[in-house]
């Protein structure tokens, strides 16, 4: 409705300008052709009389004759006083007697009109009216011989059919304003039903989608704004819908992720409660199960927490972080346990390799490729860990000589909680969440990881930063 009286009001206004302007454009110029034929008739019978020295009823009454009364309606000539000398309208038709000037009723013999009073003070007056189809016109003019002013001329138009014409204008104006405002009020409510009715889809469909239908589309029509509208939403429901659905896949993994080890626990402490007289052996073994359990609790509780903060919270405060150094301390925090794996971690760590980052965030990720190289890796095995540079970029690689990737596993390897071989994860004390924050804190600092197999066996896992460079050193130079 709100669409329809918008475009009513906009054609109401052209169509009131078009009933009022056409009009008194032209009413204007009938009126001014009139003063000007009126004032040019005046001039000439003037300009007659003027010939005359003195004016009496009988010489103007001659001069009148001979001239042509253009179809006027009344002419008036007076003396100086405002006497009538000549009144075209008691002039007597052929063959009769003109009536004695006595037989006149006074009020009838002189012209009392403002316009004579005008004329006989020396201006020449004009005026016209259109009133009941009929346009009204009278001027007025001095007559004047050697500079005195001996009477006037007045004269008197009713044009009927000028004021036809103008008035069948108006008619016509008004049956075209009619149609124009019927066929604005059809096309109007036309033109605002088909979008309000689109603008109704998509409000009926983003509550289809508040509700939880997140696989509900729109069909965009058009290559309109609200054709474009349309397709956003549909790109916007797309996401949501992708999300929902890692959203519902990470809380199932998740939720079987945590119900292993409680299950475990669970189990664990019901034996030892419902056996008598347990060894106490045993019940240290069982106790020592649920221990290691409790801890890979916290660690999938620790990595969960750790993908919350990165999904939720914005980047801490960066600042220039040495790659090499950060890689050099967490290899040597990770030592004892390739120690322990009888696994020979070898380094290579080029100086230069700075980058904008958090000290934590980096060791994070430097922290969980070595791991997941050593865990993954066989007795007398090596991972080699590397930091350069290339170009704009700062690279670090961990590489090993474990059990490798399958080529159709390398795609899902940063997914949440995927493992390649979940029995071997479990037994190693994965949780499929290591890769997973190694990508999301990559990203986050504006850098990628890749995963390739490596030649000639293992795996190579290469994380890439955008190199620092100092602005104090000059364009171009590295810190």
Same mark, same amino acid.
């Given at each position: 409705m709100k669409y329809a009286l918008s475009y009513l009001v906009i054609f109401a206004v052209v169509l009131v300008l078009l009933n009022t302007y056409p009009v008194l454009a032209s009413q204007d110029l009938l009126f001014a052709s009139k003063r000007d034929s009126l004032k040019s008739q005046t001039a000439v019978m003037a300009s007659a009389l003027m010939e005359l020295e003195s004016l009496s009823a009988d010489q103007v009454a001659r001069v009148m004759n001979m001239l042509d009364n253009m179809g006027l309606k009344r002419i008036l000539v007076t003396d100086p006083a405002g006497l009538i000398l000549y009144d075209s309208t008691r002039q007597p038709e052929k063959g009769e007697e003109s009536p004695p000037e006595e037989n006149v009723p006074q009020e009838y013999r002189y012209a009392l009109y403002q316009e004579v009073v005008s004329a006989l003070r020396g201006s020449d007056v004009f005026c016209s009216r259109y009133a009941d189809r009929v346009f009204t016109s009278t001027a007025a003019m001095p007559i004047v011989y050697r500079g005195m002013v001996i009477g006037s001329i007045y004269i008197l138009e009713v044009d009927q059919a000028q004021g036809e /014409?103008?008035? &069948?204008?108006?008619?016509? /104006?008004?049956?075209?304003?009619? #149609?124009? =405002?019927?066929? %604005?009020l059809i096309m109007s409510t036309f033109f605002s039903k088909m979008l309000t009715a689109r603008i109704a889809a998509l409000l009926r469909a983003i509550r289809i989608v508040g509700e939880g239908e997140y696989g509900h589309r729109l069909q965009p029509v058009g290559r309109d704004e609200m054709a474009q509208l349309a397709g956003e939403f549909n790109q916007l429901t797309d996401r949501l819908q992708t999300t929902e659905e890692v959203r519902r896949r990470f809380v199932s993994d998740a939720s079987h992720e945590l119900k292993t080890p409680l299950a475990s626990i669970r189990l664990l402490a019901d034996s030892i409660l419902q056996t008598d007289e347990m060894d106490p052996a045993m019940v240290r073994d069982f106790?020592?199960?649920?221990? *290691? !359990? =409790? !801890?890979?609790? %916290?660690?999938?509780?620790?990595?969960? /927490? =750790?993908?919350?903060?990165?999904? *939720?919270?914005? =980047?801490? !405060?960066?600042?220039?972080?040495? #790659? &090499?150094?950060v890689t050099e301390r967490t290899v040597a925090r990770l030592q004892p346990v390739a120690d322990a794996a009888g696994v020979t971690v070898e380094k290579s760590l080029k100086p230069g390799c700075s980058i904008l980052c958090t000290e934590d965030d980096l060791s994070q990720v430097c922290f969980n490729l070595v791991e997941n190289a050593i865990k993954y890796n066989y007795s007398g095995g090596k991972v080699f860990v590397s930091v350069y540079r290339d170009g704009d970029q700062v690279l670090l690689e961990v590489g090993d000589t474990g059990v490798g990737i399958p080529e159709e596993d390398l795609p899902k390897v940063f997914n949440r909680f995927y493992r390649v071989d979940k029995a071997r994860s479990r037994a190693a004390g994965g949780t499929g969440l290591g890769l997973s924050i190694v990508r999301d804190t990559v990203r986050r600092h504006g850098g990628w990881v890749t995963a390739r197999p490596r030649n000639p066996e293992g795996s190579l896992f290469t994380a890439g930063f955008p190199r620092y460079i100092s602005e104090s050193k000059g364009r171009g130079t590295s810190q």
């Open positions: /014409l103008l008035y &069948s204008l108006q008619q016509n /104006l008004r049956t075209i304003s009619l #149609v124009i =405002a019927l066929v %604005t106790v020592g199960d649920i221990g *290691s !359990e =409790a !801890e890979r609790l %916290t660690r999938i509780t620790e990595h969960l /927490l =750790a993908l919350t903060r990165l999904d *939720s919270l914005p =980047a801490g !405060e960066e600042h220039v972080v040495d #790659v &090499s150094q």
